[in-house]
């Protein structure tokens, strides 16, 4: 008698990014004139038909985690690319989210302390983590650039410091790149 045992792993990975299309209620492909109505945001126009818009975080949440603001990037009228951004103190428990939705992170680097004190403490913090889905990737960067220690963690610098979580279409570089073109040709064809 043969005894067969069939185990099944669910491993979470990069296809969490793509069933869930963005963050929250922000969705890729969402259009751009609904946000538009918004009574507080911010409008940077970066390139000619490319629209980035910050919407305050408000009563938003990660788990337990306050949003500070999140950025939505538009190319056209279609939603692209959306950053949200953290204060730095929630780093760890941010990351730790994003391992229990997503998965091990595809790639981590790590943070390096420049004045060789904590070198090893410092290298076990992540400055940036990658997940990779088929069509959307989601990037976690801390945007301080050093390491700092529990002391330095009270000074009103380290407060304003924020971390962010990048969701973005895999196209976001070509959309961008056609973009620019498209800007070059109209250049051009007005020159003449």
Request: glycine share 6%; charged share 15%; net charge neutral.
């Given at each position: 008698m043969a005894l067969c045992f069939n185990l099944t792993v669910i491993a979470q990975n990069g296809?969490?990014?793509?069933e869930n299309n963005?963050?929250?209620?922000y969705k890729f492909g969402d259009k751009l004139k609904p946000y538009l109505n918004l009574k507080s945001y911010s409008d940077n126009n970066i390139i000619n038909n490319q629209h980035v818009l910050r919407i305050p975080g408000k009563d938003l949440m990660v788990g337990d985690l306050p949003v500070k603001y999140i950025d939505l990037y538009f190319i056209d009228d279609s939603l692209a690319k959306?950053?949200?951004f953290f204060i730095v103190k929630y780093n760890e428990d941010?990351?730790?989210a994003c391992k229990n939705v997503?998965?091990?992170?595809d790639s981590t680097h790590y943070k390096t302390d420049t004045t060789g004190t904590n070198e090893n403490v410092?290298?076990?913090i992540p400055k940036d983590c990658y997940w990779h889905g088929h069509n959307i990737n989601l990037t976690y960067s801390d945007l301080s650039n050093k390491y700092y220690n529990n002391n330095q963690k009270d000074s009103p610098i380290y407060k304003k410091?924020?971390?962010?979580?990048?969701?973005?279409?895999?196209?976001?570089?070509?959309l961008i790149d056609v973009k620019k073109e498209e800007i070059k040709e109209v250049q051009k064809k007005s020159d003449f």
């Open positions: 296809s969490k990014l793509d963005g963050f929250k209620t959306i950053e949200v941010l990351i730790a997503f998965g091990t992170p410092s290298a076990m410091l924020t971390v962010s979580l990048v969701y973005k279409l895999n196209s976001y570089e070509s």
